[in-house]
Nanobody, 122 residues
C-alpha cells in the first residue's frame, strides 16, 4: 500500500519560512518523481514544484520561483519543500504527489498525500 504523509504545515507570518516534508512508503522511492501541489478552497489545485528521482532535475510554478526549493533524500524516502519569503497568498493546503514520470507528476500524479495546511498571516 502506497502512502505519502505530509508534515510541517502550520501558521507562519508573512516573510517567514517553513519546511514541509513528505514521507513515502510502499514505493521504490528513487524511481519516482515527486511533486508538490497546493489548493485553496474553491480553486483548482495548483502545481508548485517537482523533482526527478535522482534529484537531477527540478522545476517550479511561476508563483513560487525563487522562493521555494524542492529537494529529496532517497535514503529517507522523503521529499521536502523549503518555503521562504512566504506571502499570505501562499496560504493553502499543500499536497505531496508521486509518479513514475517527471511529466506525469506535474499533471496527473499516480499517488497523492492527504495534505497539510499552511497559513501565512499578514
Amino acid at each position: 500500500q502506497v502512502q505519502l504523509v505530509e508534515s510541517g504545515g502550520g501558521l507562519v507570518q508573512a516573510g517567514g519560512s517553513r519546511r514541509l516534508s513528505c514521507a513515502a512508503s510502499g514505493i521504490t522511492f528513487s524511481r519516482y518523481a515527486m511533486g508538490w501541489f497546493r489548493q485553496v478552497p474553491g480553486k483548482e489545485r495548483e502545481f508548485v514544484a517537482r523533482i526527478g528521482g535522482s534529484a537531477d532535475f527540478a522545476a517550479y510554478g511561476d508563483s513560487v520561483k525563487g522562493r521555494f526549493t524542492i529537494s529529496r533524500d532517497n535514503a529517507k524516502n522523503t521529499v521536502y519543500l523549503q518555503m521562504n519569503s512566504l506571502k499570505p497568498e501562499d496560504t493553502a493546503v499543500y499536497y505531496c504527489a508521486a509518479d513514475r514520470s517527471l511529466v506525469g507528476v506535474s499533471r496527473t500524479p499516480q499517488y497523492w498525500g492527504q495534505g497539510t495546511q499552511v497559513t501565512v498571516s499578514s
